[in-house]
């Protein structure tokens, strides 16, 4: 079946250690995305790529860090400048960039401080 | 940023209709509204999208009124299962960003 898939589900974090959230799509999409979601929020975006090669910072990029080499793979960096990390991550992808696309979303990655 | 405001919460006994209304003041002409729904510990999950007057789906309807300034998630019959946060959306012109606010909690009672 198509979709999105992150991993791992559940992961922790030293302080001082960048951590890396894998996000991997077989739905043949341009456009993928990273949020963010604290409890009881909405949620916030952190990067978004339009197209491989290309990443644009969303609303709340401090911290982070995206790569997209290939097509398929979007993963999130969160570095030990994030103050803040402990949050549910979820990917998301869309045929294109357009905002009008629907977005198909991961199942999350929750993200802990130990 | 474009901004919406929908009901924090929401009840329902099972088998009811439900409606969910969500403004949107600051809508533009080439925006389109979107809801998502979303279970615990889940990513959002896509319900239905449109632009003016009515859509329907096999899992919900949507209605625009002619001003564009609100819209209606109606959800017919709820079951114990439509227990979920529903977000409504739509994007600033020329965006490619889509902003999420908190959601209605939406909770069926037996």
């Known amino acids: 079946d198509g979709g999105i898939t992150q991993s791992p589900k559940y992961l922790f974090r030293k302080e001082g250690q960048n951590v890396t959230l894998s996000c991997e799509q077989n739905?043949?999409?341009?456009?993928m995305y990273w949020y963010r979601q604290d409890p009881g929020q909405g949620l916030r975006l952190i990067y978004y790529?339009?197209?491989?090669?290309?990443?644009q910072k969303g609303d709340i990029a401090e911290g982070y860090s995206v790569s997209r080499e290939k097509k398929e793979s979007f993963p999130l960096t969160v570095t030990s400048a994030q103050k803040n990390p402990t949050a549910f991550y979820l990917c998301?992808?869309?045929?294109?960039?357009?905002?009008?696309?629907?977005?198909?979303f991961g199942d999350g990655t929750r993200l802990s401080i130990l | 940023l474009a901004k919406t405001t929908q009901p924090i919460s929401m009840d329902s006994y099972e088998g009811q209709e439900v409606n969910i209304t969500c403004s949107h003041n600051?809508?533009?002409?080439?925006?389109?509204i979107t809801w998502y729904q979303q279970f615990p510990s889940q990513g959002p999950r896509f319900i239905i999208q449109?632009?003016?007057t009515k859509v329907t789906n096999e899992v919900a309807s949507l209605f625009i009124p002619a001003d564009r300034k609100s819209s209606t998630l109606s959800l017919p019959r709820v079951s114990l299962s439509d227990t979920a946060v529903y977000y409504c959306?739509?994007?600033?012109?020329?965006?490619?960003?889509?902003?999420f606010g908190k959601g209605t909690k939406l909770s069926v009672i037996p």
């Open positions: 449109g632009y003016k």
């Open positions: 739905l043949n999409h341009d456009a």
């Open positions: 790529s339009q197209i491989v090669n290309d990443f």
């Open positions: 998301a992808s869309s045929v294109t960039g357009a905002s009008n696309q629907p977005q198909h």
């Open positions: 600051n809508i533009a002409t080439n925006d389109y």
């Open positions: 959306l739509f994007s600033g012109a020329g965006s490619y960003q889509l902003t």
